[in-house]
């Protein structure tokens, strides 16, 4: 970051970054508080973002706090993630008609605008792009959405009691990929967003936005509140080959443990930002003339999720949680070139029963270290 490229934006130009997003044509989605917790949703102004609003976190735990200032990027993950706006929950495929016959569903042209991405969630777009946007036949839907993304990253500055993106290397430093970032820093020189351009889409929506430059000061107060919030990471991943280690684990006794805490309900799948399974369903209504075919989110903890010809091939939780995970952390890089994990927390706070992703891996890891000791 040079000082010459650099430059700050006070609180109301970061509102005014909105206006123009929405005026360029942009569905601005970011941060609000809305059922108790900080989701993402559209924001018709800066008004709407969650000003002095924070997050206590925990294995099974995720409460709103007050602040004591009024940051508007000060909170860590929510139970949402980007995911649902660029692969959504439930989407209809095709519909057929007797007059029509089958049709592909409408999908209105989106140009959405993400205000406030993580280093861990701009990782996981990433990681979408590889699962749903490469290959051979990529999601169409998806691609398209993609395509038209405008992405406003925010460094991160606090990180959340379950945040692991250290251990992952995706945090709390943005990578690649945004169009603009932001770090958010509040002092007695007033609350600014030191700024910094990473795409000629930046550029453009920045030329109309007022913005003075930034000191050499202010660089570096921002780059030190980055770098000393990754020291500031409450968990981890163990630093040992995760693929290696889960692949001869798989006879563990562990994986009983887990199922005897593991209520297989899901949450971690569905709040994660990269599973990305799904299922389609044909239904008709009552005349059966209409006809539609739907695709939704699944997960691998559904009993249903591994049915192959009279029965499902995971049937106990302990295979479920073992698939999930050795997915997750193991085959995932063979089948798309890294990790599918990247440590945003989600799963630790909102399993219901407070199970620790980088705790059960410690766990394995410190069995398979007293396994090989005992040869
Ligand atoms: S690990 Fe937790 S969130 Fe995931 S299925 Fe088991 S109980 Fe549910
Ligand atoms: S596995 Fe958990 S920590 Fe990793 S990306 Fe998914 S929700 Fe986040």
């Not at 169409?140 to 395509?147: E, I, L, N, V, W």
């Not at 038209?148 to 251990?167: D, I, K, M």
């Not at 971690?268 to 990305?276: A, D, G, L, Q, R």
Request: charge should be negative; hydrophobic fraction near 35%.
């Amino acid at each position: 970051m040079a000082p010459d490229t650099a430059v700050v934006l006070d609180r109301a130009g970061l509102d005014r970054l909105i206006e123009v997003l929405i005026d360029d044509g942009y569905r601005v989605i970011g941060p609000t508080v809305r059922d108790n917790a900080i989701v993402l949703a559209e924001l018709a102004s800066g008004r709407e973002l969650p000003a002095g609003w924070g997050v206590d976190s925990a294995p099974g735990r995720y409460r709103l706090r007050r602040r004591e200032d009024a940051a508007v990027f000060g909170h860590s993950a929510g139970p949402q993630s980007w995911k649902q706006f660029l692969h959504p929950p439930h989407r209809t495929l095709w519909t057929s008609d007797p007059d029509v016959h089958v049709q592909p569903a409408d999908e209105p042209p989106t140009r959405d605008a993400f205000l406030g991405v993580r280093g861990c969630d701009l990782a996981s777009i990433a990681i979408l792009d590889r699962v749903l946007g490469a290959g051979a036949h990529p999601d169409s839907s998806f691609a398209r959405k993609r395509q038209g993304l405008f992405v406003v990253a925010a460094n991160c500055t606090e990180p959340g009691q379950v945040c692991f993106c250290v251990s992952m290397g995706t945090g709390p430093q943005v990578g690649p990929g945004y169009d603009i970032a932001l770090t958010e820093r509040i002092d007695e020189q007033g609350h600014r967003f030191l700024v910094e351009v990473g795409s000629a889409a930046g550029e453009r929506v920045m030329a109309l936005v007022t913005a003075r430059s930034a000191t050499e000061a202010e660089i570096s107060d921002a780059r030190a509140a980055v770098a000393e919030a990754a020291n500031r990471m409450y968990r981890a991943m163990p630093e040992v080959d995760l693929p290696t280690l889960l692949r001869e684990s798989r006879e563990s006794p562990h994986w009983e443990d887990v199922a005897n805490r593991c209520l297989t309900c899901g949450n971690c799948t569905m709040v994660c930002p990269t599973c990305y399974c799904t299922t389609t369903e044909d239904v008709t209504d009552l005349t059966g003339e209409h006809a539609e075919r739907q695709q939704r989110w699944v997960s691998c903890f559904e009993l249903d999720y591994s049915y192959v010809h009279g029965g499902s091939v995971r049937k106990s939780g302990e295979s479920r949680y073992r698939q999930w995970i050795s997915h997750k952390l193991g085959t995932w890089h063979d089948q798309f070139g890294s990790s599918g994990c990247v440590g945003c927390g989600r799963c630790i706070a909102w399993c219901p029963v407070g199970i620790d992703i980088t705790a059960e891996m410690s766990r394995l890891a410190e069995l398979a270290e007293r396994g090989a000791a005992d040869g």
